[in-house]
Structures are given as C-alpha cells and as structure tokens.
C-alpha cells in the first residue's frame, strides 16, 4: 500500500455542512413534517389492514427514523469533536429534546403493533421482507407492555426517577479528584488517568492507585450504594411487578433476544472455568517474582516493553491484518479513511476513548480514536474499524435490521484485533515485545470475560439480596465473596476492594448489561478456533454473520454458521482457547522482570 495515512480531524460534511445552516432547517422542518404525516395513518392501522397499505406505513417510518438518525449523528458527532464547545453541548441538548417529543408522538404505532391478533400480525409479517424480524421482535415484548397511558407515565416519571438517579450518580462520581504520588511529586487526576497507573511496572505505584480508587468511593459508600438499592427495587418494581418478567436479568436478555438457558448455561460454564485465570495469576506471580499475586497486580505488565508505531504504520498493520484475511474488508476499513470519516489526533476537549458510530446504512460509519502509538492503540484502531466493516457489510438491510445486536455487536471488532495481533507476532521478532503481546492477550480475555461475569453473578445476587432487605454493608460482603470464588487461592484481596461494585458504571446505569461483553469475546475465541482449524473454508461463513447485521435472532444467525449456543461445548470451546494460550505462556522460561 502505497497511500501514506496522517493523523487527522473527521469531516461532518457528508451529514450536514453545519448546525445551523438551511439544510438543518430543513431537516428538522422535514422530520415534523414526517411526522405528523404518519400520525395521520392512525386510522388507517386497523386489524384488516392490508399489506401494501401497512408497509406503506412503516416505509413512512422508517423514512422519519433516517433522517432523525442524521441529525441526531450530527449532534452526538460534534459535540464529541470537543465536550467543551458550548454551541455543539446546546444542539445535542436540543435534539435530544425534540426527538422525545418526536418519539411520543409516533409511540402509538408499536403499541398498536404489540396489541395486534396473532393471525393477522402473522399475515402482515408474511409480506415484511427484511423488516420482518424487526417486527417480530418488538411483539415479543407484547406479555411485558402496559397500556398507552401507563407506557407513558413510565416514561415522565422515569426522567425524574431512575433516569435522575444515574445522572446524579454521573454527577457525582465524575467530579472526584484522586491523588497519587508519582516520581516524588503528588499528581491529581481523574479516574481514567488513575486507572493507567493499574498497569504500571511499580508494584508499590499499582497498590497506591488502587487504594486511592476506592479509598475515594468508599467514603461516598453509603450515599452510592442507597442509590443502587433504589436503582435495583425499581427494576424489580417494574421488571417483575408491572411487567411479569421472570426474574430480572430476563428483561435484559429479551431485549438481547437470547433465551434465560443460554445465559444461565454462560454464566455456568464460565465459573467451572475460573481456574484458567487462576492459573493464569500463579504463572504471572512467578513472571513477576513473587509467591502469590496481589489484586494490585493482575494488569501488571511482565516485561519492560515500550514500543510504539507511528500512525501511517499503524494504519498499514491493520490494512495488511484485514487483506490477508479477505481484501473486502480491508476495502471497507480504507472507506473509512478515504471519505475522512476517521477522527484520529489527540485534541484538547475531544472526547476521551474510541468508538465507531454508525448512522445509516447507506452512510460509512464515524470513527473515532484518540492514538498516541502505543500497541493498544493500534489494536484500538483495528477494533473500531472493525465495527465499521460490520456496518457496513450489513448495509443492504433496513435501518432497523441492520445494527446487530448486542451479543453480536463486539464479534467483528474483537475479531479484528485478533487479526492484527496474529500479525503482530507474525513480524515481531523481538521476544519482549511479543511476550508482552501475548499476556497482554490474556489480560483482556480476562476483563472482558470473566471481571464481567463475575459483576454479572454479583447483580443476580445483589438484586436478590435487596430484595430480602439487605444493607449496604451485607452487599459489600456479598461482593467479597464473589471475588474470594473468583480468584480463589491464586490472588491475595485486600479489603478496600469490598467497594469495588459501586464504581461499576454498568450496573448501575444498564443493568445486566456486562455479560454481554463475555458473550462476544467467547464467540469470537470460538469463532476464531474455527478460522484456525478450516482456513478458507470458514471465511464466506463468518462474512455471513456479519452481513446479517440485525435481520435475525442471533442464536438463529448463529445457527446457520452451524454454531450452538444452546450447548454448553460451545461456551467451553471459547475457554479452551485461553487455556491453550495459558498452556503456551506456561511453557515459555521464566524470567523474572526487574523493577
Ligand atoms: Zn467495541
């Protein structure tokens, strides 16, 4: 590749050339009228409806739905660009305002939906295409949904209940200052700043960083493990009382569309296998030359490695990772450069962290990261842009069948780090940086499986435990436990950890969300077993998943790959694959990293 790649701005200019020029006028000005359009239909949605009258409507939908999209991208764009910026913070505060406006106003429509007789939904759907499954989905929340009006007092008194609960959660947590004393000088910082120094060679600096973390938490303890109490009895009042779901991690899972078997059968698995990472901290003590790890020290790096790539090399890895793979894919990542929809340089007020933000199908994905070379950064990039070929393979599908959901969501993203990484070792010749490459692997396996798996039982319990009146202390021992089973006798806890849960965003804000992560990253491992032991022959399968985007039930679109979700192999198939990463590492000779 010839192309030489420079670190950059995006450009907006393919949604809108600004904020307030004519044609966001008249984007809003279209949107309205779209809108009471499609409130003129109400009518017209009786039992008898006929095919083309009723996909009439939802093409007037959807239409409404794009171009709501559009300005709601541009807004949530801009103001990541710079979070400092005051006119971009006011436009997003006004669009979201008036897309909720928009969204009572064409609520009626799914509640009519939900509401229709089996026989003549089934005879509607019949005729739906590639809407089809959409439609299906959101009757399957029919024995969860209230009335209109009750729909809609859920909704107001929500923005002043839960939904100010996690804001003031927000509020509260983003305003602490931690204190760490680095090279002598004390430093204040915030959490993501903080958190950089979890993976740092000092061992005493690893300790300190985290005893600050929760030092500064547990002395809110009290006030923030109240509001989570709050947060889980109004789940429950909802989940369960209002809306009859099982138990409360089922509403999650319906929303996921996967059945409670498969995540109870995750989640099971996954703790018969605590011992990989177990293994894998007594083989890190060792590396690290110490009898038994401490909690402070399972990001700790093994060796002293510091390499870094400049961006147009970055670039080019990626590139290379994706071609060797299937040039389709490395076409599509290079889509994302050539139209400037990549957002790469550090700047002061932009947004922390990366993403990848699709708006419509027919528009290539946002993409956004903040890179400084270092190698998780480069993975970085390959992960986001692989989202952005997921999105993009899926294009053909409708705006409502095209976002996989969320258990998919992580499988072209995490895939594609995989890649990069297996050429990484490929050329890496030296044996520090490819050793820190390989346990920095089974780092990340382990936070996004089993750390959120664990979370994930921690909320089954917490969420029962409440419920029978339990205090906030009792959690907090609620919560040792769980770390004692996790870590077992590999990894020597200390106390403060007991306040760990109630600075988990997750839990708080979307509960029963974190088994998602562990879902898609063991997917993914068995996935990649397959690519490993097939070749070319898996290719055109895996292709597959992605294109179906969100047109299918996952367990279904896993099914034709031929992958069972339902068995509990498949799940021990992806921890097969740490286990022959750990047994790898086992086998290297030790050496013992000097500080
Ligand atoms: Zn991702």
Redesign the pocket.
């Known amino acids: 590749m010839t192309d030489t790649y420079t670190l950059s701005r995006w450009s907006l200019a393919d949604l809108y050339p600004s904020y307030d020029g004519e044609a966001m006028k008249t984007a809003f000005a279209e949107i309205e009228n779209l809108v009471a359009e499609f409130e003129t239909r109400r009518s017209a949605l009786t039992a008898e409806i006929s095919p083309d009258d009723f996909m009439a409507i939802v093409r007037q939908f959807e239409a409404a739905t794009r171009l709501a999209s559009r300005v709601n991208g541009f807004a949530a764009l801009w103001f990541t660009e710079d979070t400092q910026n005051q006119a971009a913070q006011n436009f997003l505060a006004r669009v979201e305002q008036f897309m909720a406006v928009m969204q009572n106003r064409t609520l009626f429509f799914s509640l009519w939906w939900k509401d229709l007789d089996e026989a003549n939904a089934n005879r509607l759907m019949d005729g739906a295409g590639d809407y089809r499954y959409w439609l299906e989905q959101m009757r399957a929340f029919k024995p969860h949904t209230l009335t209109e009006p009750e729909e809609k007092i859920v909704n107001i008194k929500d923005t002043t209940g839960v939904n100010a609960f996690k804001t003031l959660y927000d509020t509260i947590t983003n305003r602490y200052v931690f204190k760490l004393t680095v090279d002598g000088e004390e430093k204040e910082l915030t959490r993501g700043e903080l958190s950089v120094y979890v993976r740092h060679h000092d061992p005493a600096l690893r300790a300190a960083a985290y005893q600050e973390l929760y030092r500064v938490y547990a002395q809110d303890s009290t006030i923030l493990g109240m509001m989570y109490q709050n947060l889980v009895r109004d789940w429950r009042n909802e989940q369960i009382d209002l809306r009859h779901y099982a138990q409360p991690i089922s509403a999650r899972n319906l929303a996921n569309d996967i059945p409670d078997e498969v995540i109870d059968t995750l989640l099971k698995v996954s703790q018969e296998n605590a011992g990989v990472f177990q293994r894998f901290f007594q083989l890190k003590a060792r590396w690290l030359g110490v009898e038994r790890l401490r909690r402070y020290d399972i990001y700790a790096p093994v060796v002293k490695a510091d390499k870094t790539y400049a961006f147009d090399k970055a670039a080019e890895l990626v590139f290379d990772s994706f071609e060797q793979f299937d040039p389709r894919l490395a076409g599509l990542a290079q889509r994302v450069f050539a139209e400037k929809h990549l957002d790469s340089e550090v700047r002061k007020g932009k947004q922390g962290g990366a993403f990848?933000y699709s708006i419509n199908p027919d528009l290539t994905p946002w993409v956004q990261v903040n890179y400084q070379g270092r190698p998780d950064d480069v993975a970085t990039l390959a992960?986001?842009l692989g989202?952005a070929i997921h999105s993009m393979l899926a294009e053909k599908h409708t705006v409502f069948t095209w976002h996989a959901c969320l258990p998919l969501?992580?499988t072209a993203?995490t895939f594609g780090e995989m890649m990069l990484i297996d050429r990484l070792l490929e050329q890496e010749t030296d044996e520090d940086v490819r050793r820190d490459l390989l346990f920095r692997q089974v780092d990340d396996a382990y936070a996004t499986i089993m750390r959120q798996i664990y979370f994930a039982l921690f909320e089954r319990t917490a969420h029962q435990m409440t419920q029978d009146g339990a205090s906030v202390d009792e959690l907090a021992e609620a919560y040792l436990d769980n770390l004692r089973q996790h870590f077992g006798e590999a990894v020597e806890l200390s106390d403060e950890f007991r306040w760990e849960w109630v600075s988990i965003f997750h839990i708080y804000h979307v509960p029963f969300y974190v088994y998602a992560y562990a879902f898609g990253q063991l997917l993914v491992f068995a996935l990649y077993q397959q690519f490993k032991a097939e070749g070319e022959a898996f290719k055109p399968r895996y292709i597959k998943i992605l294109s179906a985007g969100g047109s299918n039930a996952p367990a279904r679109i896993l099914d034709e790959a031929g992958i069972d979700i339902r068995k509990a192999e498949f799940w021990q198939g992806g921890f097969d694959v740490i286990r022959d990463l750990v047994a790898q590492l086992e086998a290297l000779p030790v050496k013992v990293l000097q500080v």
């Open positions: 990848c992960h986001e989202h969501a992580e993203s």
